[in-house]
């Protein structure tokens, strides 16, 4: 928590917002997604999910493969609780949902599923982009499909899987994913390996989004590997997230923008 703390006053006092930025690119995406305070349609059917998860009290053993939990002890859990302290908050999923509204990708893969409150901010709008969702946990992937179905979210295939497996059996140079969203396993490792096994599907246009950038000292070390890349051009650190493009026109840039 200490560490986090500092952490975040590091980030306030280097953050920036739009007024700071002079490439057109990031310019455009600050001001007209992440800036945009209009309300969308889609912001009530992601309440809805997020309100039938935490009225959810069913309680369910969670196997976790990733760096483990801050919050809770024990891996027999409500559902709600999940929901309230583990799954994404309320505005980042508006967040994330106008990232996917702005850039329209046609297809996008989720390493992390949980309960699926940022599944369905990746589906809701985009009915008819491809979407892949990973997660090791049987009994969480179940409940955010149901969740899902209940919502009409019909574009979603969700599997059941440990990442690293996944990612190393599939022909991943034949996948264009235009968006990734990693949220599975915060560690520095497990980070760097995911991020070098999808490679092979960038181009132009690819939008990766780390989750949880700051989430500990091997995480932080982890998102200064991936900003130094050299395909990497362009991040963004929102703090919560580490955003990364890839476009060969772009100069290398980073910067740190309060969201």
Same mark, same amino acid.
């Given at each position: 928590?200490?560490? +986090?703390?500092?952490?975040?006053?590091?980030?306030?006092?280097?953050?920036?917002?739009?007024?700071?930025v002079?490439?057109?690119?990031?310019?455009?995406?600050?001001?007209? =997604?992440?800036?945009d #305070?209009?309300?969308?349609? *889609?912001?009530?059917?992601? #309440?809805?999910y $997020?309100?039938?998860?935490?009225?959810?009290?069913?309680? %369910?053993?969670?196997?976790?493969?990733?760096?483990?939990?801050?919050?809770?002890?024990?891996?027999?859990?409500?559902?709600?609780?999940?929901?309230? @302290?583990?799954?994404?908050?309320?505005?980042?999923?508006?967040?994330?949902? $106008?990232? &996917?509204?702005?850039? /329209?990708?046609?297809a996008?893969?989720e %390493?992390?599923?949980?309960?699926?409150?940022?599944t369905?901010?990746?589906? &809701?709008?985009n009915?008819?982009a491809?979407?892949?969702?990973l997660?090791?946990c !049987?009994?969480?992937?179940?409940?955010?499909?149901? !969740? =899902?179905?209940? +919502?009409?979210?019909?574009?979603?295939e969700?599997?059941?899987?440990?990442f690293?497996?996944?990612?190393?059996?599939? +022909?991943?140079?034949? &996948?264009?994913? !235009?968006?990734?969203?990693?949220?599975?396993?915060?560690?520095?490792?497990?980070?760097?390996?995911?991020? /070098?096994?999808?490679?092979?599907?960038?181009?132009n *246009?690819?939008?990766?989004?780390?989750?949880?950038?700051?989430?500990?000292?091997?995480? *932080? /070390?982890?998102?200064?590997?991936? #900003?130094?890349h050299? #395909?990497? @051009?362009?991040?963004?650190? @929102?703090? !919560?997230?580490?955003? &990364?493009f890839f476009?060969?026109? +772009? *100069?290398?840039?980073?910067?740190?923008? $309060?969201?």
């Amino acid at each position: 928590m200490i560490f +986090q703390i500092k952490s975040y006053l590091k980030f306030i006092w280097n953050s920036k917002n739009e007024h700071a930025v002079h490439s057109p690119f990031v310019f455009d995406l600050v001001t007209k =997604c992440f800036y945009d #305070k209009r309300s969308k349609p *889609e912001y009530s059917i992601l #309440k809805k999910y $997020r309100k039938s998860l935490f009225e959810n009290t069913e309680t %369910i053993e969670v196997t976790d493969f990733g760096a483990g939990s801050k919050v809770f002890k024990s891996n027999i859990r409500e559902v709600s609780k999940i929901a309230k @302290t583990a799954g994404i908050s309320s505005k980042r999923a508006k967040l994330l949902f $106008r990232i &996917v509204n702005y850039f /329209e990708p046609n297809a996008i893969l989720e %390493i992390g599923t949980s309960l699926g409150l940022a599944t369905s901010a990746l589906a &809701v709008r985009n009915t008819k982009a491809t979407i892949v969702t990973l997660e090791g946990c !049987q009994n969480t992937i179940a409940i955010a499909t149901k !969740q =899902c179905q209940l +919502q009409n979210l019909n574009n979603i295939e969700f599997v059941n899987t440990e990442f690293s497996s996944y990612l190393k059996n599939h +022909q991943l140079s034949t &996948v264009n994913y !235009q968006l990734i969203y990693f949220d599975g396993n915060h560690s520095k490792k497990a980070t760097l390996d995911y991020f /070098e096994l999808l490679l092979p599907t960038i181009t132009n *246009e690819s939008i990766w989004i780390f989750d949880d950038i700051h989430w500990s000292t091997a995480m *932080e /070390e982890a998102w200064k590997t991936i #900003k130094a890349h050299p #395909k990497v @051009t362009v991040t963004i650190d @929102t703090f !919560q997230w580490g955003i &990364v493009f890839f476009r060969i026109e +772009q *100069e290398k840039e980073h910067f740190v923008i $309060r969201v």
